[in-house]
């Protein structure tokens, strides 16, 4: 198990924390009591920490505290090991750099490792496969990628891809939106109403006078901008661009579609998956 907070002794060295997550296992008799400090090194070293076995926590930063958690945690050689949001505490930059060693280590070491996290794109950057839970309910267990282009609920789609919704009313074969008529997709004949999902990155910008929606405000992400929209109707989209398009708050705009985008409508009473939480063993 490594835990949010570390769970470090702080009377302990970095050698002594590694080694007492040793204890149960040498009482189990899978290590003798001489090979618990040759098995906490490796453990160490493995985390990168070799050269600071005799420091105590308060003499290291955020980053290598979490990395003698984890060397605590794989110095037994477990199979599975447990992790509880080991990052929340951590800088931006330490935890991008983590998660993927984190990983890496798991790889190397052949350990299959549950990762809790509230984090989106952590939680689809390092996982083979992805959980998405809802109040003790699975709303949808499969490969990230999948998660993101097919969400199989709402939920899923709002938690995950943070996508806009925006209502669709059936028009003959062809929706009416805030943005337009757009086509039927198939699978959604039987609807005649709906909410549309469209991602933020799906929207594109053009600086229209006469354009029916308006941005409202402009946010600076350094690689792209994040832009808020309103619509006639008085709804909030948002868009993500590439800083080539820079628009002033304010400015009237018309939007289109990215090529390729996916199309999604869920129906405005759909109602969630039945998977309880003891369903997860069974579905991997």
């Known amino acids: 198990m490594v835990f949010q907070d570390y769970a470090l002794f702080p009377h302990l060295t970095v050698l002594g924390n590694v080694t007492f997550g040793l204890k149960t296992a040498t009482q189990r008799h899978r290590f003798p009591p001489h090979q618990r400090q040759a098995e906490a090194q490796r ?12 420091r105590y926590p308060h003499e290291l930063s955020g980053g290598q ?35 993927q060693e984190v990983r890496d280590i798991l790889k190397g070491v052949g350990a299959s490792g549950v990762f809790v996290t509230h984090d989106q794109e952590e939680a689809l950057s390092i996982s083979d496969r992805l959980a998405v839970m809802r109040q003790g309910q699975l709303e949808q267990l499969d490969a990230p990628e999948r998660i993101y282009r097919q969400p199989a609920t709402r939920f899923v789609a709002e938690f ?39 991602r933020q990155e799906d929207l594109q910008l053009h600086g229209d006078e006469r354009g029916p929606l308006t941005v409202r405000d402009r946010q600076f992400l350094g690689r ?7 619509t006639a109707t008085g709804q909030l989209l948002q868009a993500r661009t590439p800083i080539d398009t820079c ?29 309880p939480i003891r369903d997860l063993a069974t579905l991997t």
């Not at 792209?224 to 309103?230: D, I, V």
């Open 224 to 230: 792209e901008y994040r832009y808020t929209l309103t």
């Open 65 to 99: 505290q979490q990395r003698v958690a984890l060397a605590r945690a794989l110095a037994p050689r477990p199979s599975l090991v447990l992790l509880d949001e080991p990052f929340s505490n951590l800088d931006v930059q330490v935890r991008l750099y983590l998660r």
């Open 247 to 275: 628009l002033q708050p304010g400015a009237a705009v018309t939007v289109t579609l990215a090529p390729g985008w996916r199309q999604r409508v869920f129906a405005p009473s759909a109602e969630r998956p039945t998977h």
């Open 43 to 54: 453990a160490i070293a493995l985390v990168g920490l070799a050269g600071f076995e005799a």
């Open 160 to 198: 995950v891809t943070q996508a806009n919704f925006i209502p669709a009313e059936r028009v003959g074969n062809r929706w009416h939106t805030a943005l337009g008529l757009l086509p039927v997709a198939p699978g959604e004949d039987h609807l005649s109403a709906g909410e549309m999902m469209i």
